[in-house]
């Protein structure tokens, strides 16, 4: 069975921020995050080569780091949904939908 990534990534980011935000507890949050990652990062090394599967993990760390600022911004809320759609779409288009 094939786990679409790009749910995974998306999910994760905001089920992350969401866990953190609304317990008070950051790590959790991290927990969330660390494991929508771990799985991710599993199925694109699965579908993909070695660096595609490296620049994937970074995207999906960068747009972790990068809605911190962003919410600065835009609102937390919104900087949330862009990085997950961004992250989303990169995972879509670079390892879910391949055959």
Known sequence: MRIP???V???SLVGGWQAARR???RPLG???LAA???VAAREWSRRTTPATTAALVAT???AFGLSHPLAKRIGAWPSVLVVAAVTAGA?????DRRP
Request: proline content about 0%; cysteine-free; charged content about 0%.
């Open 5 to 7: 990534t790009s749910l």
């Open 36 to 38: 929508g990652g771990a």
């Open 9 to 11: 990534t998306a999910a």
């Open 60 to 62: 999906y760390l960068g």
């Open 30 to 32: 991290g927990v969330v």
């Open 23 to 25: 317990t008070g507890v």
């Open 91 to 95: 995972s879509y288009v670079v390892a």
